[in-house]
Structure formats: C-alpha cells, structure tokens
C-alpha cells in the first residue's frame, strides 16, 4: 500500500477515533514531573557545554605539554 498519510486517513476515521483525557490531578502532576526533567536536562546541557568549552582550552595546553598534571604524591 503505497497512499500518502493524507489518503491514508480519512475525516472519519480521524473523527471516531476515542481519546483518554485524564483528570485535573493526573495532569499537574504529569506537568511538574516533565517540567522537573525539562529543567534537569536544559542544567545538564549548560554543564556539557561549559565542560566541552573547558576541554576545547584545556586540551591544546596537555598536548603541548605547556601544562602538566601533577602525579598524587600518597
């Protein structure tokens, strides 16, 4: 079958199709749980931006050895 997702589906179809709604309580705490994600993930993508930026500066200097890490003297 070979139809274009627009031929595919017809009004009907699309009209009868049965949705779950949930309620008030289900939805805010659907909206705090991904909001809660959403930010975790947008702090997390800052933090690896500021580490590849910290890398990019850093790399150049230990591959010309203009800076060396100290060996732990234990």
């Known amino acids: ?11 009907y179809g ?4 049965k949705l779950i709604v949930p309620d008030e309580v289900i939805l805010k705490k659907y909206s705090d ?3 809660s994600c959403l930010s975790q993930n947008d702090m997390l993508r800052k ?6 930026s ?3 500066w850093l790399l150049p200097m230990l591959m010309n050895v203009r800076v ?6 234990q």
Request: hydrophobic share 35%.
């Open 1 to 11: 079958m070979n139809k274009k997702i627009g031929e595919a589906i017809s009004n």
């Open 14 to 17: 699309v009209k009868n199709v």
């Open 68 to 73: 060396k890490i100290a060996e732990d003297s």
């Open 47 to 52: 933090e690896n931006t500021r580490l590849i």
């Open 54 to 56: 910290l890398r990019d």
């Open 33 to 35: 749980t991904i909001s």
